[in-house]
């Protein structure tokens, strides 16, 4: 209970300051001024730092449903998974819709399934982007990507959000290359989160797959270390909450969108990812709710 409440005591003054912009929705929240410095200052200090040798690359929050499909995303992650839905009837179809909607019922049912699904992280279009370019040359991809990204889990954490943004390096190459990229950012990770003051515990980690496979596959995920979280507190009382993830795919991608090497093999991809909302709640619930009175040198690393 304790923790509800205190998650609410943090949800409550970012709102009062005007940080946060309710919606109404559950965890759907407009940026104000402040939020909006933490979030877009962490972004372009990661840039400035990180983001030198790589490819930048901007994608909007909506991916070809075909991409996903061929990425199997339903098949692990059906609860998390947001399609978008289109009136696609005639006017007697719309007639019926205002009706309805007149009437208090669903209005809904003339709504039909898109092309198109909202992007569940960053890195998602990039692998079928990189692929259209053909074979993947020696010294593989490093690409550097950010944009909102949404999960169906409406829940009352103010960290947990249906929608949020990710900001994540991308590695594509040989199964050498994409293993240590993503063991090399963890020590970078954790350096970043020192330069912003934030106590950080590295943790393996798994995804949340969906149902009874759920065990099964999250384990398999640990044995093999496929993923890591930073991990820092931002509820009391409440164990500290992943900002931060380190991921080893194998050749999941690889194989599922046909990713070769120069020498034909099948790619190997990694990513890591900065949760931005996440590291900006950290950032407050560790230095106030005031940035002009954070720690000077983590204000000046934001303000760039
Ligand atoms: P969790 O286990 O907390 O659901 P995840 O392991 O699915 O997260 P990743 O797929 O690794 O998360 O996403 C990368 C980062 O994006 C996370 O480390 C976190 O900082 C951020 N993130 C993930 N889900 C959310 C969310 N619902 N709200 C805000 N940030 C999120
Ligand atoms: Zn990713």
């Known amino acids: 209970l304790s923790e509800t409440v205190t998650a609410h005591g943090l949800a409550a003054q ?24 933490a979030t877009d200052g962490l972004s372009n200090a990661i840039q400035r730092l990180f983001g030198k040798d790589a490819e930048r690359m901007r994608f909007p929050p909506l ?29 007697r179809a ?15 049912a003339a709504q039909a399934a898109s092309d198109l699904v909202l992007t569940p992280a960053s890195c998602y279009p990039v692998y079928p982007a990189m692929a259209a370019r053909g074979p993947v040359p020696a010294e593989g991809y490093t690409v550097q990507v950010q944009s909102y990204c949404f999960r169906r889990e409406p829940s009352a954490d103010l960290a947990r959000m249906q929608t949020f943004q990710m900001h ?15 063991d090399q950012w963890m020590e970078t990770g954790r350096a970043f989160f020192q330069a912003l003051r934030l106590p950080v515990e590295l943790e393996a980690a798994n995804d949340p797959f969906f149902g009874r496979a759920a065990g099964v596959m999250g384990q398999g995920q640990r044995t093999q270390q496929l993923k890591y979280e ?15 993830s380190f991921n080893a795919h194998l050749d999941h991608f690889g194989k599922a969108l046909d990713l070769r090497t120069a020498d034909g093999e099948t790619a190997h991809t990694a990513c890591v990812g900065f949760g931005l909302e996440r590291i900006a709640l950290a950032l407050f619930r560790h230095h106030g709710i005031n940035p002009a009175a954070w720690p000077s040198d983590v204000f000046e690393l934001l303000e760039g």
């Open 63 to 91: 991916t070809p449903r075909g991409d996903l499909e061929r990425i199997g995303y339903f098949r692990n992650f059906p609860h998390l998974l947001g399609t978008v839905h289109c009136f696609c009837g005639d006017e």
């Open 14 to 37: 970012l709102v009062k300051s005007g940080a946060l912009i309710p919606t109404g929705a559950q965890g759907v929240f407009g940026r104000g001024e402040d939020f909006s410095f």
């Open 94 to 108: 719309h007639r019926e819709l205002v009706k309805a909607h007149d009437a208090g019922a669903d209005w809904t």
């Open 168 to 182: 994540e390096f991308v590695r594509i190459g040989s199964p050498e290359q994409a293993r240590a990229f993503r």
């Open 230 to 244: 930073l991990k820092t507190p931002i509820n009391d009382d409440a164990p500290p909450t992943a900002c931060m």
